[in-house]
């Protein structure tokens, strides 16, 4: 997805708003979750994939960032002592989607192997209200006339076009809830770049959105009466960006009608650096060892993404 996002908006239909939806700001502003309560563990979730977990002087990326990952997954995971439902969450790994849609004239798909998906006993209620969603039929899609949209997408030959959410029927965790990516290549130029991870992250939220929608609703298009929200999160173990995926219609052949919606908070940076070695200067240590920038609310956003649809 060259462009990113913006590509990614046309394939999927989809209105972007900047920022994080009032609901989940609303969690972040409400001193009652006690969001600044984990500032030192958080610390200490650092310090521990990039100081304790390792016999090298400097841990590679490939093993701090999913160090990280699980750490402030445990953090967020005490909270269900004081909210008990959050208990009723499952993580999944190295399952499939697959899901096919038609926009304008050319037939797309999402399928393989994603990020690590949390599912739920129940869904996420819709983020965005009936009236907000009605005034997505005034939003137009950029459009990158003369350059196809689909330019640089891998085309293959469909023999039997799938709709899978990736689980079998009756499993009670059957809600997606979040999508964790974790770009933990060693070597820069294997890791996606910010703009082109977002995207990756809209597109498997739509597509695990669609899916579910198509479970529920079957495959005729058509305008949500419940809106299906799914959320993402990437992360390189340093910069975060967060997303909410709002699914409110399967009818995508058109650039016409109601809109999907999507808000993305973009580069809210965790740390800016991890000193694994102190900086000497003149015999004189001018930079001792430690975490350096930490920026205690991007945790408090992730916190917050992990909350939403429960408290």
Same mark, same amino acid.
């Given at each position: ?13 989809? #209105?972007?708003?900047?920022?994080? @939806? ?43 960032? @999913? ?14 002592? &004081?909210?008990?439902?959050?208990? #009723? ?47 997505? &039929? ?10 196809? @949209? ?25 809600? @997606? ?36 929608? &198509? ?85 408090? &956003? ?10």
């Amino acid at each position: 997805l060259c462009p990113g996002v913006r590509q990614a908006q046309w394939l999927t239909k989809t #209105k972007l708003v900047e920022g994080l @939806p009032p609901a989940v700001q609303s969690i972040l502003d409400n001193p009652a979750h006690g969001l600044q309560e984990h500032e030192e563990r958080v610390k200490d979730a650092i310090s521990h994939s990039r100081f304790w977990d390792t016999t090298e002087v400097a841990p590679t990326r490939e093993h701090f960032c @999913p160090v990280l990952f699980e750490d402030l997954m445990h953090l967020c995971r005490l909270t269900s002592r &004081k909210y008990p439902s959050l208990s #009723k969450r499952m993580l999944a790994r190295n399952y499939r989607i697959a899901v096919t849609w038609e926009r304008e004239s050319i037939l797309l798909q999402v399928r393989g192997l994603n990020g690590i998906l949390m599912n739920s006993l129940a869904p996420i209620p819709p983020v965005a209200s009936k009236e907000e969603i009605l005034a997505t &039929k005034e939003h137009v899609l950029e459009t990158f006339h003369p350059i196809s @949209p689909t330019i640089d997408l891998q085309e293959v030959n469909v023999y039997k076009e799938l709709n899978d959410t990736g689980f079998r029927g009756g499993y009670p965790y059957s809600h @997606p809830h979040t999508l964790f990516f974790l770009e933990s290549a060693n070597v820069f130029p294997d890791r996606f770049r910010p703009e082109q991870l977002r995207a990756k992250m809209l597109m498997f939220a739509f597509g695990n959105a669609l899916a579910k929608a &198509k479970a529920l609703y079957g495959d005729d298009p058509k305008v949500l009466e419940q809106p299906i929200v799914v959320q993402s999160i990437g992360t390189d173990g340093q910069l975060f960006q967060f997303m909410v995926f709002q699914l409110n219609t399967t009818d995508l052949v058109s650039n016409d009608g109601i809109k999907n919606l999507v808000w993305i908070d973009s580069d809210q940076i965790l740390y800016e650096a991890a000193q694994c070695i102190p900086e000497i200067k003149k015999r004189v240590v001018t930079k001792p060892v430690g975490i350096y920038g930490f920026q205690p609310d991007t945790f408090k &956003k992730f916190l917050a993404l992990y909350l939403h649809g429960t408290v």
